[in-house]
């Protein structure tokens, strides 16, 4: 994955730690512009990753300015993004692609991208639950977090938020990508079909060993034992979720450009795959960037606004700034 978390602070509730946590520049950065445009939202999340003393002055203009020092600048996304990398070089948000490789292969690398996301997320969560083992009922210590039955209920909560998204990953393979590579050729996706059928009884029967656990006296024998084997299904899942992804990326997911769909056809895929991952891009789009990079993030934010309508792109810009 590339996250470090090695700046965190190691009190630091698990719950909490980010993947740009470690972002200290103070560098001074002026941005204005319309605050319910998708590009003025688009060009504040990237400053977000950039500095921890960004201000912003909202105005009528569309099109968004941002100033650094003694430099202003306006003009395209790209423009934009290029700029603020040279002047605030980490992290680095620009991707570079291939000349010609921006038309089949943007569901793959969307698809791809929601893979690192799940795994961050799940590591997470096994770091988490190791923690939960390691104290045994104790509390950590942060007042953040509560008591130790509040902190599971905490950990219900981000399983759950993982679920869903997870669930609807699957469901949108099988019901989008699956089938147009089944187009091609029956049975291209047979073995990953079969996974997903064999990995949702798993993913449900964790969330309802964290409901039990909710329910235990904390620092109990059973409570402890039930905490110990909760870590060893999430650690499970999550190493059978590596092998699964990296399956798919490797046999699977290649085989998109062998479609080749126009870069219309490809934008329409595009949106079907978002419309159909609801939860995903509303209530839990802010949980889902969070297991990016920066860069990773700017470029899932590139794939929705190639698809999306203005509005509702800056809807979802709202929701995780």
């Known amino acids: 994955m590339g996250n470090c978390n090695c700046f965190t602070n190691s009190k630091q509730a698990m719950a909490e730690i980010a993947p740009y946590d470690f972002i200290k520049s103070t560098t001074a950065v002026q941005l204005s512009g319309d605050p319910t445009s998708s590009s003025t939202l688009y060009i504040h999340f990237a400053l977000l990753y950039k500095t921890r003393a960004l201000q912003f002055a909202p105005s009528d203009d569309p099109q968004p300015v941002v100033q650094i020092g003694s430099e202003t600048i306006t003009g395209t996304r790209e423009m934009m993004i290029r700029f603020i990398d040279v002047k605030l070089p980490q992290p680095p948000l620009v991707v570079m692609v291939e000349e010609g490789g921006e038309t089949a292969a943007l569901v793959v690398k969307m698809v791809e991208l929601q893979h690192r996301s799940v795994v961050w997320h799940l590591e997470r969560m096994v770091r988490w639950s190791d923690d939960l083992v390691t104290r045994g009922g104790r509390r950590n210590g942060d007042p953040a977090m509560g008591s130790e ?173």
């Open 149 to 321: 039955r509040m902190e599971v209920k905490k950990f219900q909560k981000s399983y759950s938020q993982l679920l869903e998204v997870m669930v609807e990953h699957a469901q949108m393979e099988e019901r989008v990508v699956f089938p147009l590579l089944e187009t091609a050729e029956r049975g291209l996706c047979k073995v990953a079909n079969e996974e997903h059928g064999r990995d949702l009884p798993i993913m449900n029967g964790i969330k309802e060993d964290i409901k039990s656990i909710a329910v235990l006296d904390t620092g109990s024998h059973d409570y402890r034992e039930a905490l110990r084997n909760l870590s060893t299904r999430l650690r499970s899942l999550l190493e059978h979720s590596k092998e699964h992804f990296q399956e798919e990326e490797r046999d699977v997911l290649p085989l998109m450009e062998a479609l080749e769909l126009s870069k219309e056809q490809q934008l329409r895929v595009l949106e079907q795959c978002f419309n159909l991952m609801q939860g995903t891009h509303s209530d839990l789009f802010s949980s889902f960037i969070q297991g990016l990079l920066p860069r990773e993030a700017m470029q899932y934010l590139d794939l929705i606004m190639s698809c999306k309508e203005e509005k509702l792109v800056a809807s979802m810009l709202h929701r995780i700034i």
